[in-house]
């Protein structure tokens, strides 16, 4: 998020917080009037409006520093001052200090995605699971699925996709600092990054990370990648994503409800500092936030069993119901930190856990779906690279129109035991622009 | 005559709701005594534990409060349960380890801000049993909200403490004669000595209960907290 810098802004989160709980035309009140008094919040309401402020400004503590105060503007506006003087940050007068508010952006500057090479026809899928032929189609809105042929896994997927990506940005493996790879079918050791920094020929000092979340490995990547490089340990990172879950949920050991809809797919990016040589038109990352939705625990658990299979426990409702209620708020959150409004995003690579639900997301966020890019529709859900995949698709559809023309993204995705985690790219900055860097 | 034990005191606004269990052959369940004319007490000078003789009389309550009986004659003091003992009836009585089997149907989240709700016509009843992994309270603002783990794993954030004792607790220990620093003082309790007392407690255990319909919504609130907070806690922060 930007940094609050002045009252105005402090006034535009808290009125845009207050109309979410107290409905989008409610009257801003006078800040000293008690807004519990007045019947304009009850006490549900005054919670919830302040835990969607703690979160919106980083002031984690807002609700602490509200005790024995009166329920009003007034009060939560005396506890950002106080907030600001315990903690006084020069670039931020919130505790929310991103490295993009110190102004350290971190560039995509070449991407690529490849699916497994053998399109199956989601009612093949359908067969090989004993599923009524049609039920991937007609349920899940599946059409095909992207299957690794027999010399592919996810070392040869994502090793394609970072060359590829390494290619398109003109640059050399050795001027990598760090592989950050993440996927939620490599079970093996050496460990995915390892392996792809030994395929690469990267050099020996260039670090390999693995990093966790299913399908929001993406994300949790980019975050550590943007970290690394804002810190100035690190000037260029690939970042890639590769899953090949045909050979993990195999017809004789996973339900097809489940297991039919993935496929198998990679995506790699490569990031930078605008120091680093950054091509003249890149989108610069901007915050993150996370956050896990424990109450939906029980809707998927996924483990080993003793014969050698998974276990899957699968509450398709339960999940669908979460996937949309939390991508919908993580959108509604993501406008709300970097003050975009979502009509004028060039697209949102979101996870697509099936077609159906980018459907439903689409309509819940009153957005058209051509926003959203074409993944589970053709290869299937894809684990950590659909959300990759997806990205590649806008930032591909990007190239070559005019900067001025280019919306921001947002990327966000959801993984096992839910965890939600979200990238707001920030608005267009006139310092960036000058730079010849869209945002 | 109907024997009830008290097992839950809850604020609402200014009054109170009372819930007891009942035996019925071998099952016990729960019951909330209502007036003729409100679902709460203005005045209600027992204590959870007591066992009391009532009449209560059948009482078609909106759905999900289906525990609800008019209490048609005053209460008479029988007998008082100690609190150990209070937690082995309610742990015979509706109790359940996971969100969808709390009240037997699907808990919303909510989709503007915090909290859990069911749609009034959905839950089977309105209150719980349920036994937690790990809780926490917080003040936020001047509102008492538990957060924890149920046996199942799931985490329940944000709700509203109703349990009058605990409410109780916290509003003595902001009294101002209490001295300086007592916010401070308070949520170093909740963050650490708490944790002790009432999560190692051998008869730790809660209810969870669902609001009157509310512009639609049953929202999700914490009943009842045991063990119960004991006066002299205070003169330890």
């Not at chain 1, 903690?87 to 993009?100: C, G, K, N, Q, Y």
């Not at chain 1, 070449?110 to 090479?117: E, I, K, L, R, T």
């Not at chain 2, 034990?5 to 200014?14: C, F, H, N």
């Not at chain 2, 349990?163 to 620093?181: P, Q, S, T, Y």
């Amino acid at each position: 998020m930007a940094p609050l810098t002045d009252e105005n802004r402090w006034r535009r989160v808290v009125e845009e917080c207050f109309r979410r709980e107290a409905g989008a035309h409610s009257a801003i009140l006078d800040p000293a009037q008690d807004l519990i008094e007045t019947g304009v919040l009850d006490s549900m309401g005054w919670v919830s409006f302040l835990r969607a402020l703690e979160s919106a400004t980083g002031l984690n503590e807002l609700g602490a520093l509200l005790v024995e105060r009166r329920p009003s503007f007034e009060s939560i506006f005396q506890a950002f001052k106080a907030a600001q003087i315990a903690s006084p940050s020069p670039e931020t007068d919130l505790p929310r200090a991103s490295h993009f508010a110190r102004g350290t952006a971190v560039f995509i500057v070449s991407s690529s995605a490849v699916v497994g090479s053998r399109r199956i026809p989601s009612e093949e899928v359908d067969r090989a699971f004993g599923m009524p032929p049609g039920k991937l189609r007609s349920r899940a809105g599946i059409e095909s699925l992207a299957y690794a042929a027999e010399d592919e896994n996810e070392l040869t997927l994502g090793a394609r996709a970072a060359q590829q990506a390494l290619h398109f940005a003109e640059c050399g493996v050795p001027e990598l600092d760090w592989i950050i790879a993440t996927s939620e079918t490599h079970r093996v050791y050496p460990s995915l990054a390892a392996q792809l920094h030994s395929q690469l020929l990267a050099r020996e000092n260039c670090g390999a990370l693995d990093v966790g979340g299913a399908c929001l490995g993406l994300v949790n990547a980019l975050a550590v990648a943007q970290g690394l490089i804002a810190s100035g340990q690190a000037q260029t990172i690939a970042v890639i994503t590769s899953d090949v879950h045909s050979r993990t949920f195999k017809p004789s050991q996973v339900a097809g409800e489940f297991a039919g809809l993935f496929g198998d797919g990679a995506s790699a990016f490569l990031l930078r500092t605008k120091n680093g040589a950054a091509p003249q038109q890149a989108y610069a990352l901007g915050e993150f936030f996370f956050g896990c939705a424990g109450q939906y625990a029980g809707a998927i658990r996924v483990a080993d069993a003793p014969n050698g299979n998974l276990e899957v426990h699968f509450d398709g409702e339960a999940l669908s119901r979460a996937a949309i209620t939390r991508l919908e708020k993580v959108v509604r959150e993501i406008e709300l930190r970097s003050g975009i409004d979502r009509s004028s995003l060039q697209g949102l690579a979101t996870h697509q856990p099936n077609p159906r639900l980018v459907t439903i997301l689409a309509k819940q966020c009153s957005l058209p779906e051509e926003k959203f890019p074409i993944v589970a529709k053709s290869f299937g859900n894809l684990g950590s690279s659909t959300c990759g995949v997806a990205l590649d698709a806008l930032l591909r559809s990007a190239q070559g129109q005019m900067a001025k023309q280019l919306g921001p993204l947002f990327i966000a995705s959801l993984g096992p035991g839910l965890l939600s985690v979200e990238d707001g790219s920030p608005p267009r900055s006139s310092s960036h622009r000058s730079q010849g860097c869209d945002l | 005559m109907t024997k009830l034990l008290i097992t839950e005191i809850t604020r609402m606004g200014p009054a109170f709701c009372v819930i007891g269990l009942q035996r019925e052959k071998d099952k016990i369940r729960s019951v909330r005594p209502v007036t003729a004319g409100a679902n709460s007490w203005l005045h209600f000078p027992y204590q959870r534990g007591d066992v009391l003789q009532c009449e209560l009389a059948p009482f078609s309550g909106a759905k999900p409060h289906i525990e609800d009986r008019v209490s048609t004659c005053g209460f008479q003091k029988e007998a008082t349960v100690p609190e150990p003992e209070i937690v082995t009836f309610l742990r015979k009585a509706e109790i359940a380890g996971s969100l969808p089997d709390l009240f037997g149907c699907v808990l919303h989240e909510n989709k503007r801000g915090s909290g859990l709700h069911a749609l009034p016509l959905e839950p089977k009843r309105s209150i719980c049993g349920t036994e937690t992994k790990n809780l926490r309270l917080e003040l936020c603002a001047n509102e008492l909200r538990a957060t924890l783990v149920l046996s199942s794993g799931e985490v329940l954030r944000d709700l509203p403490v109703v349990d009058r004792d605990w409410r109780d607790f916290i509003g003595a220990a902001l009294v101002e004669g209490r001295g300086a620093n007592r916010i401070a003082r308070l949520e170093r309790f909740l963050n650490s000595q708490f944790h002790y007392k009432v999560l190692s407690c051998p008869h730790h255990f809660i209810r969870l209960g669902l609001t009157r319909p509310y512009h639609d919504l049953c929202w999700l609130m914490l009943d009842t907290l045991f063990p119960l907070p004991k006066h002299e806690w205070l003169e330890e922060f």
